[in-house]
């Protein structure tokens, strides 16, 4: 008898479980992101790149690890156009700029800078479209590295920083 009222009971707390479980749809992710159901692709659209110093590969460093990113980390289907979500935009800024200066005038560190303007359209929540510019830099030592030795050694790590802030402004809704 009282085998029959344990599992009458497990029965019963089973079925809410389950009818529960259906009533809500939650998608977790191990990247942080939060996507609904419903959005399905993803498009994104090459940057060019409009600063006043162009360097002739950024543009399409940026736009393969801004795909990257979306691939390894959502389920989403990377499309040419008009996906459910979608990224468009430029690279505004790309500059270096002295930040301390020694004895005789001549920069100690240097900034390295690098802007994207990224327009983000969600037709299913709209709630989260955005039009915005993000910015990173990275400091080097003027007297150990030149500029081209510090564009080769920061620019990944910039764009990097980039892709991160920019993917989860789109997809990590918290």
């Not at 003027?142 to 997809?171: G, H, M, Q, R, W």
Request: charge should be negative.
């Amino acid at each position: 008898m009282r085998i029959l009222r344990i599992n009458k009971v497990i029965l019963l707390i089973s079925s809410i479980a389950l009818i529960t479980n259906s009533c809500f749809t939650v998608k977790y992710s191990t990247s942080g992101a939060s996507i609904s159901p419903d959005v399905k692709t993803a498009s994104i659209a090459y940057f060019q790149n409009r600063a006043p110093i162009v360097r002739a590969t950024l543009g399409q460093q940026f736009t393969d690890l801004l795909r990257e990113k979306i691939q390894q980390n959502t389920n989403l289907t990377i499309i040419t156009d008009g996906g459910d979500t979608s990224f468009e935009g430029e690279i505004t800024d790309f500059s270096t700029s002295p930040q301390s200066l020694q004895s005789n005038d001549e920069a100690a560190k240097n900034r390295l800078t690098i802007t994207i303007h990224v327009k983000f359209s969600n037709s299913v929540e709209p709630k989260f479209n955005y039009d915005a510019s993000f910015s990173r830099y990275e400091d080097y030592d003027n007297s150990k590295f030149s500029l081209e030795e510090a564009e080769k050694n920061l620019v990944p790590t910039i764009l990097d920083n980039l892709v991160e802030e920019i993917f989860n402004k789109a997809y990590a809704n918290w």
